[in-house]
């Protein structure tokens, strides 16, 4: 019986391993044309233009390992995540990596992104084309489960627009400044209970969101700590 476990396991462990590998060249491949360099241009010359002064707008992005992680942890010590279905949101998506890795990491219904910057918005139509290519792409770089998922992105703003239908929300927080995080709190009353949400650095601040798990990340400007909530 030993000697059978002992085979298997890193049987199991190398398909896990090859399932990763393959998600994370599927990225790879869909971002390549738009460095973190490229988000961070386009947001500086457009926030120069319009005149936005607002820490909210400080650009960054997440990065597909560190991504992984988090959905890992979701996964395996919290338990949640174990069913295919839900919708996800990153909001502020920039040019829409996280909609993207999120659709790769989990089987949801549909992941949608809003960004309130043009620039940004029209980088993301342009990695949603890259997208739909994949899928028809022979041999396929998606695999089943993530083409069934629909991308949604909205070139809108996340304290008017209509994200209510949330089951799991992603924010890129550590620059959100406290009157955001406040009225995104206020507006996250309306998610049902057991909705998640992944923040950076900051917490949602509403006693309706139960702290799950804090820890600290390594993130592209250094550690972070990811904060994983559930509506209670
Ligand atoms: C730190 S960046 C994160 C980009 C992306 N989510 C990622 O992690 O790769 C935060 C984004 O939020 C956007 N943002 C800030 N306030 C917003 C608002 N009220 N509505 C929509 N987007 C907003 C900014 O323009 C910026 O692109």
Known sequence: MADTADEEEPLASSAKDLARQQKERAYASLIEVHPTSVGKMVSRKEREARRLRSQDMTYGEIKFTSFGTIFSWIRERLGELQEPGGVFYDLGSGTGK???AAALLHDFDRCVGIELLEGLHACALELQTRWDAMKTADPPTLKSGEQRT???????????????????VFTNSTCFTSQLMRELAELSLELKPGALWVSFTRELPSEEWELLLSEQLAMSWGPATIYIQRRR
């Open 98 to 100: 996280p909609v993207f």
């Open 150 to 168: 629909a991308i949604e992105l909205i070139n809108g703003d996340i304290t008017t627009d209509e994200w209510s239908d949330a089951t799991f």
